[in-house]
């Protein structure tokens, strides 16, 4: 990216939010933030306990991650963060105006895959359909780009970086 731009990857549960954020950040020389780490306890417990979030409980959370991300406004990084429905991007949006999404997309029985082989997470495959049901992939209008999640995390991350790369281009 020629803009220092602040890169939410979002997607379902076990698309590798985790694991592809650090290699864009390392790769475009930014911050990286585990969006994990703003839920509240009681979120990560409801979540560990088979419980799908409610929209009014992701709103502090939503709201951490946002902070985050204003608060890196034109000095860029990456955070982890599903953003599942539009309502949560435009709540991002509002808080970080300059945010760009990335999708990171599959179909579900490779994101079941994925989450079956997981060690140490709090959320359970059980709440995989939940996410998946929620999910409201970018709008046109919406300042971002989906990438799939089939091979290795390096050829994904490098297909991101082209993609985010693509989205700073003038057209032609």
């Known amino acids: 990216m020629k803009t220092p731009h602040v890169v939410v ?39 560990s306990a088979g419980t799908p979030l409610t929209d009014e409980d992701r709103r502090p ?12 406004a034109g000095l860029g990084g990456v955070v982890s963060c599903s953003a599942l429905k539009r309502s949560y991007r435009d709540r991002l949006r509002a808080a970080a105006p300059g945010v760009v999404f ?15 082989h997981r ?10 359909d939940s996410q998946f049901a929620t999910l409201q992939p970018l709008g046109p209008d919406e300042a971002g780009a989906a990438v ?4 290795r995390p390096e050829e994904i991350a490098e297909r991101a970086a082209a993609a985010l790369e693509a989205l700073s281009e003038p057209a032609p």
């Open 148 to 151: 799939e999640v089939t091979g």
């Open 9 to 47: 990857v979002m997607g379902v549960a076990g698309t590798g939010k985790s694991t592809i954020g650090p290699l864009l950040a390392a790769r475009f020389g930014v911050p990286y933030a585990e969006g994990d780490d703003f839920h509240p306890p009681a979120n990560i417990a409801k979540m």
């Open 119 to 128: 060690q140490g997470h709090f959320m359970p495959t059980a709440l995989l």
């Open 61 to 72: 959370w939503l709201d951490a991650v946002g902070d985050w991300a204003h608060g890196r």
């Open 102 to 116: 990335l999708h990171l997309s599959g179909d579900r029985a490779l994101v079941e895959d994925r989450m079956s």
